[in-house]
């Protein structure tokens, strides 16, 4: 079956509403949005519907949430915080990939929004963002996504727009801070295209950074559908979003083609590699949180100098527990000359207080630094082979549609190896043996 591309052509910016636009364009019933959205429990909040516009002669379909708030001028959209719009989320019920991918891009921009103010994610106040429009747009888009069903998601660079904007917070130049932070945190590639609006929204940016594989040109493809979703501004361009639709192109041609017109690309596209022509993956790559590219990661340290080694120990057990991805120690000398630990816990931002909470609770330590930063992850998939020492699962790990790492799981290993008294290399080999012979083209 061929693998499905969607790639996000904005000449003009991205924002919600013009992600809608060309979804619905693309194919996605509004009715099956409507359905879905009214799962979230604030249809009393809005109103949806599309109509075919124009934009510099151009036809495209723009989506419009309409607020009831609005006939109503001493009435206001709820503003939320993270905690509640990830419960609404979550009480809905939404096809599982459409609610991760949600999940995903309110946290990635709590993660924005929380660094540009100096506060955690968790108590972000969200303004415009979480609003109900933001709502409807976010889930909307990852609903839309998951029912044309892509394999992978690509964007192009983003351009910077200018001028200022009205905000909850006053007014603000343009691009916005967490626009420019959501940027900083995934290193989107951006140009100026010379109009001096806002043309990436919050919203749009944090759709994009969260969701999109990688940004840059168009991967090669065969293309099979376009979506074209309109904005509300009338600018020197078409200000249209191109969803394009399609699947992986190999031919000389195409590659001929690609490397003839390399030269012509904008700046803003130099040095962003996406992979080129490659042949199909024997592993598929992971779908919504955790597939390729960068994410952010909470990094939490702090070194204590009088720490019984059995704490360190229970420390280790306890913090994965509460989220910790990983937990590492180094010695350090510090104050007075005195041997001590660095502390170091790596987790998701939405798993940083619960970390926090158990390093407070079970050490002396009166302080704890915080901060956050992006990692650069590769796909992840696990296969189950039969060897002749019984079955091993092993970790396959892909960048792009290349396979660079294949490890048999070590528990699996020993628990082997101890059963029937063979050394646990020999075990090990024998799973990574059975991986290149089922694997064999």
């Not at 955790?290 to 120990?313: F, K, M, N, R």
């Not at 407070?360 to 630094?369: D, M």
Request: aromatic letters at 6%; charged letters at 20%; a negative charge.
């Amino acid at each position: 079956m061929d693998r499905r591309i969607a790639y996000f052509d904005c000449p003009t910016g991205i924002s919600g509403d013009m992600c809608l636009g060309a979804l619905v364009s693309a194919g996605v019933p509004l009715d099956y949005l409507r359905q879905q959205l009214e799962k979230l429990g604030i249809a009393d909040e809005y109103k949806l519907w599309s109509e075919l516009v124009q934009r510099n002669d151009q036809q495209a379909t723009k989506v419009h949430v309409y607020l009831r708030a609005d006939a109503n001028p001493d009435q206001h959209a709820p503003h939320r915080h993270l905690p509640e719009i990830e419960h609404l989320i979550r009480q809905a019920k939404l096809p599982p990939r459409a609610e991760a991918w949600s999940l995903k891009v309110f946290q990635t921009l709590a993660i924005a929004e929380g660094a540009v103010h100096g506060i955690p994610p968790e108590q972000v106040h969200f303004h415009e963002v979480g609003a109900t429009d933001a709502l409807v747009d976010v889930v909307g888009t990852c609903l839309g996504l998951d029912w044309l069903d892509p394999d992978a998601i690509y964007c192009s660079a983003l351009p910077t727009g200018g001028g200022t904007v009205r905000a909850a917070h006053g007014r603000l130049p343009v691009p916005t801070p967490a626009v420019l932070k959501l940027w900083e945190l995934r290193g989107v590639p951006i140009y100026a295209n010379g109009i001096d609006r806002e043309l990436v929204t919050p919203t749009g940016a944090a759709l994009v950074t969260a969701l999109a594989q990688s940004f840059g040109p168009c991967p090669p493809m065969r293309l099979r559908k376009i979506g074209l979703g309109a904005g509300s501004q009338q600018l020197a361009l078409p200000n249209i979003l191109r969803l394009w639709l399609g699947e992986p192109g190999h031919s000389d041609h195409q590659h001929s083609h690609r490397q003839h017109g390399q030269a012509h690309h904008s700046h803003a596209h130099d040095h962003v590699d996406l992979e080129p022509d490659l042949p199909t993956p024997l592993v598929q790559p992971e779908r919504g949180p955790g597939a390729e590219g960068l994410e952010p990661i909470a990094v939490l340290e702090t070194q204590v100098d009088d720490l019984s080694p059995q704490v360190v120990g229970y420390l280790f057990d306890e913090l994965p527990k509460a989220g910790a991805l990983d937990v590492f120690t180094q010695a350090v000398g510090m104050k007075k000359s005195r041997p001590g630990l660095l502390l170091t816990v790596l987790c998701k931002p939405e798993d940083l207080e619960q970390c926090e909470t158990v390093l407070f609770r079970e050490t002396s330590t009166l302080g704890i630094r915080r901060r956050i930063q992006s990692r650069s992850i590769l796909n992840r998939q696990f296969q189950t082979l039969e060897t002749i020492y019984g079955p091993i699962q092993v970790k396959i790990a892909q960048r792009g549609q290349t396979i660079v790492n294949v490890q048999p799981e070590y528990e699996d290993c020993a628990r082997l190896a101890r059963a029937q008294q063979v050394p646990l290399a020999q075990v090990q080999q024998a799973a990574l043996a059975s991986w290149r012979l089922v694997n064999q083209r």
